[in-house]
């Protein structure tokens, strides 16, 4: 897949590398700490659709929005989930 700058680290082509950090974060969290696939899935899918996502990156507040999506104690910077 080209990259586009609507994407997501893991559609991203050149940018395996990177999403294997989501993976290790994702198996670092708690079962406690980490949000359900359902709730995952719905967060991207804001951030998928959000005019300020860049690369898989927030414009807001800079993190890898696959990242942030994982914990279930965080929240959109643009309040939107």
Avoid: F
């Avoid at 991203?12 to 700490?33: C, F, N, P, W």
């Amino acid at each position: 897949m080209s990259n586009c700058k609507r994407c997501l680290l893991n559609e991203i082509a050149g940018k395996e590398d990177v999403y294997a950090h989501v993976q290790k974060t994702r198996a670092l969290l708690s079962k406690a700490e980490l949000a359900s696939d359902a709730k995952y899935d719905e967060r991207l899918s804001v951030c998928r659709d959000c005019d300020r996502l860049l690369e898989a990156t927030c414009l807001k507040c800079g993190c890898y929005v696959e990242i942030r999506a994982l914990k279930t104690d965080v929240h959109c910077p643009m309040k939107k989930w």
